[in-house]
């Protein structure tokens, strides 16, 4: 599809940004995937003779989640040239993202082990992904013509926090992606495990004047970006300080808020079973840019990311499995509590 940037107050949110964007590829993304190892049920990693395996990882579920709504998408990453870095990209090619990747005859693959508990229990996330291939990943080695030649990019606060040359790089195809006009789409995406409130803050607030469109948190606005007040109120601050074409705020239950220009727009949940909801986010992230890149304004865009959402509640692994059809109908059926102004 060929973006025509629309005035500001426009309920798409775009802002003038001269020129037109290639169509193509809709959305490329950028980042780590590991290897979810997970216990059956709710057994313990301890005592557990089996394991499942799933393909996870923000940007490319992202990808997945898009790719599977309608969008053309690609990732771009680094792999260890094995049979576990195989793995990922075949579980991605086979949901229809086009993996662009640089193979290395040295790294390892991440991955990560998740117990599954109920309250007081609660869900527990091991990490096994230092010096993963990917954290060395520098622009000079990814296919960044896919970049320029996208209209949209997208990465996540996960990205820069795994090496200093993962934070330079993130900043580089960020700005090689402003400078092409294709539209940048960042998800804050704290990881506590990963680094401290202030440590991300002072790398991802470096990063934001080379993002279009942010999304975060509400609880990682209050406490990574150290802003107060609502979700309007932040968005609004966020906007104001750093002029993002829109600002998506996630509230988890409470549903979401975006600022579009002047414009707020609301949208509750879609209830739903919960069977696995991690990549939940990246799956409200995929359906929102399938429906946003495809020109619809963004309070249809927050609806479908909403369903999207719910879908991937029901499903097992970070991977949002889902299809049109399932989306739409969770729109038309569920509760319509949208709500702009």
Not at 29 to 37: P, V
Not at 221 to 250: K, Y
Not at 291 to 296: E, I, P, Q, S, V
Request: hydrophobic share 40%.
């Amino acid at each position: 599809m060929v973006k025509v940037p629309s005035q500001q107050g426009d309920p798409r949110g775009f802002k003038p940004h001269g020129g037109t964007l290639s169509a193509m590829t809709d959305l490329v993304t950028f980042g780590e995937s590991m290897l979810r190892l997970s216990p059956p049920g709710h057994q313990r990693l301890e005592t557990t003779d089996e394991l499942d395996v799933h393909v996870a990882g923000a940007e490319s579920n992202v990808a997945v989640a898009a790719g599977r709504l309608g969008l053309e998408t690609a990732w771009l990453s680094k792999l260890p040239d094995s049979p576990l870095g195989r793995r990922v990209t075949t579980a991605l090619s086979t949901h229809g993202v086009d993996t662009d990747v640089v193979w290395d005859g040295d790294g390892r693959q991440g991955t990560y082990y998740v117990e599954f508990g109920g309250t007081p229990r609660g869900t527990d996330v091991i990490y096994d992904r230092a010096d993963a291939s990917v954290t060395t990943a520098t622009p000079d080695e990814l296919n960044t013509d896919r970049i320029a030649a996208a209209d949209a990019f997208h990465t996540t606060g996960i990205t820069p926090a795994l090496s200093e040359t993962l934070r330079s790089t993130t900043e580089a195809l960020l700005e090689h992606a402003q400078d092409n006009d294709t539209t940048t789409v960042f998800d804050l995406n704290y990881r506590s495990k990963l680094w401290t409130p202030a440590e991300a803050r002072e790398t991802l607030e470096d990063l934001f004047p080379a993002v279009d469109v942010l999304v975060v948190a509400e609880r990682d606005a209050r406490a990574v970006l150290d802003r107060e007040g609502d979700a309007e109120e932040i968005a609004r601050e966020l906007d104001a300080t750093f002029d993002f074409e829109v600002t998506l705020i996630t509230r988890g239950g409470e549903g979401s808020l975006a600022l579009a220009g002047d414009m707020v727009f609301e949208q509750g949940v879609f209830e739903a079973d919960e069977t696995d909801t991690v990549g939940t986010g990246d799956a409200f992230v995929g359906g929102f840019l399938a429906r946003w890149l495809d020109g619809f304004p963004v309070p249809d865009a927050l609806e479908y990311g909403a369903a999207t959402a719910s879908l991937k509640r029901t499903i097992p692994g970070d991977i949002a499995l889902v299809t049109p059809a399932e989306v739409e109908r969770v729109v038309e059926e569920g509760e319509q509590s949208g709500i702009s102004r």
